[in-house]
Each structure stands twice: as C-alpha cells, then as structure tokens.
C-alpha cells in the first residue's frame, strides 16, 4: 500500500506541476487541462467516453457545492439535515421504484452502516464490535419517513466522525518551492463553504492526477467510477482545508465536524443519484457499492492521502498549520467515539447522541 501511496503522490506532483506548464503557455480552460493530460495517460479511450467523464466530474462537485447550498438553507430556515435526506430519498423513490416504498431508504441506510463497520474495524481505539440499529420498518410513507431519515442521516454523521478519527499515520514530507504551491494555498485559504476559481483548479488537479493513478494500477481506485473519485477527492480536499481554518482561529472543532457531516451528506445524495442516473433505475447492488467505496476504508484511504498530499506540496509553513488541525479534528473526534462506544457495545443511535451532544449539532 505504500508502494502505491507513492505512486498516487508522483501523479499529483506531476500532474500539479503539468497544469503550471499548460498555464505557462496561455492555457486558461480547466475542462481542456483534464482532457490533455487524461488522453496522454491514455485514460477513457475516444472522445465520448471521455467527454462523459469529465462531465460527470463537472456534474459531481457542482452537485455536491447545490447540495451543500441546500443543506444551509435548510437549517438556516430551522429544518433538519434529515428532512432534507427525507425529500431527496422521497424523490429517488417516486422516480426510480415507485411501487417499492422501502427499498432505496433501506439500501441507503444499509450500505452506510456496512461502510461505518468497515471503518470500525480499522478503529484501533474502539474496542470490539459495535451494535448499528435497524429501523423497524424501513416502509418511506408517513410519520416512518421521518424516523428511517433520521436514522441515515445518524449513520452519516457516526461514518464522518470515524472518518475524522482515523488520521493518515504517515510524516509529513513537504515540499518547499513547487511550481504549483500558490494554487493550492489559494485553495485552503478560501473562504469555506463558498466555490471559487481557487477550489475549481484545485479539484481539477487532483482528480485528474487520481484518475491517472487508478489507470497507472493504483488499487484502491482501479474501477472506480469518475463520481466515485471526485467524491473522494471532495472529502480529502475537504479534510486539510478545515484542518487550515482551525489552526488559523476561523473555525472551531464542533463546526468542523458539523461541515464535514453536512459535506458528507451532500456527497452521498450525489452518489445514489449519479448511480441511478446511469442505469435508468435503482439498482441496489451498484448503490451499495459506490457508497461502500466512498464511505468506507479505500474512500478513507484516498481522502486522507489526498489531504496530506495538498498539505504538503504548500510547503512547511502552511502546511503544517493546517496539518496541526487536522490532528486536532482527529483527536477529538477519536475521543468522542471511544467514549461513545467503547465498553457498553452501544447501538447506534445512543452512539450518535453522544457525538451530537457534545459538538452541539445533529438535527
């Protein structure tokens, strides 16, 4: 795995230093920078299959950033996160199994919790196995709709919260003088939450230098889907840009945690959608997969390496400070799901009160 965790930081490096280059000679289109350097990997062979992976690209970060928009809204007019996922699962259902009132809920929900169990047995502070609860009736019609999106939305956060805690053990091994270090300070300096060119080119790169990777045979991402990737590019960029803000006083902890969960909410919508839109219907088995991937280790494993990459090809100076924070999300993050599981084989949703107690979020 470290063998391959080299190979993925190479492309990143490269491919960073190839987008100074394309600049260098008067290149200003993102969408044309991808393209070039996908077609000289050889990656998704003649045009429409390339054309269509970049738009799905586009499609994924531009759904993630609507989401996230709407996820405020929602909670700024007083409504939940969950009854947010209650109307996005609700128009799934209505589209693609009409005559089914549980079964998109019940993958949904499912899936996540597999990912979070995965994710526990990576969790060297949790002790033993945990107890997720089910939903007595995952039938999405009435008063239960509330409580089944309630309990995914649980899942959720709990899945982030592990996410957070498990920190890439690796030093860091920064990078003084990279053509492209400007880029990526102008990346995790920007304001948080809001798109810009910044967060655009940044996104760009790294996607396109995991999507190299994964052809070049780096495992965790052979066969990956391009939402899949931009996901998880969406998660690890997310990582070290609040890991910036925390260190730099414009962020505490609690709100960290309570962005990466409405972040990671937002994902997962993108996710089930973008799956559905490519078959015609909801297919269970290609959902739960594409959840699993991004919410569970290999999703944990790019986000993190990732992070740590970005925080590294910005130099000592800023990487470090936003490197300090993603050390101290992680720490408290892995002390609030020790106390919430460890010893008394919690189930879920007691596990979920606790986090959400003690950041102060969770409706």
Known sequence: MEKDKTSLRGFFMETAAAYI??????????????????????????????NDAIKEIEATFSQIDDNYREIQDYKNRGRSVSRWLEEKISKLQSVYTPQDMSEVPKIIHQSM???????????????????????????????????????????????????????????????????????????ITSNLG??????????????TSAIKAAEAGFKPLVGKSPSEIATMVDNGLTRIKIGYKIANGELNVPDAIEYS?????????????????????????????????????????????????????????????ANTGVRKVAEVAKEVCREAWNGVKATASKAWNGIKSFFGFGR
């Open 21 to 50: 280059n394309f600049t260098n000679s008067g290149g200003t289109n993102l969408r044309e920078f991808m393209r070039q350097e996908l077609e000289q990997a050889g990656v998704y062979h003649g045009d429409n299959a390339l």
């Open 113 to 187: 919790d597999k990912a979070t169990t995965e994710l526990v047995q990576d969790a060297e502070f949790i002790e033993g196995p945990i107890q997720l609860e089910q939903p007595t009736s995952y039938i999405f019609e009435d008063l239960n709709k509330k409580a089944v999106s309630q309990s995914i939305y649980r899942s959720i956060g709990q899945n982030m919260a592990l996410d957070l805690a498990n920190e890439d053990s690796d030093q860091p091994n920064y990078v003084e003088g990279h053509p492209a270090a400007g880029v990526f300070k102008d990346y």
């Open 194 to 207: 809001e798109s810009s060119p910044a967060e655009t080119t940044a996104r760009t790169i790294v996607t």
């Open 261 to 321: 969960v409405d972040r990671a909410a937002a994902r997962a919508e993108v996710l089930v959608s973008e799956a559905c839109r490519k078959t015609g219907r909801f297919i269970g088995e290609k959902v739960g997969s594409v959840i699993g991937s991004a919410f569970g280790p290999v999703g944990k494993l790019v986000g993190g390496t990732v992070g740590k990459f970005v925080g590294d090809i910005v130099g000592q100076q800023i990487g470090e400070r």
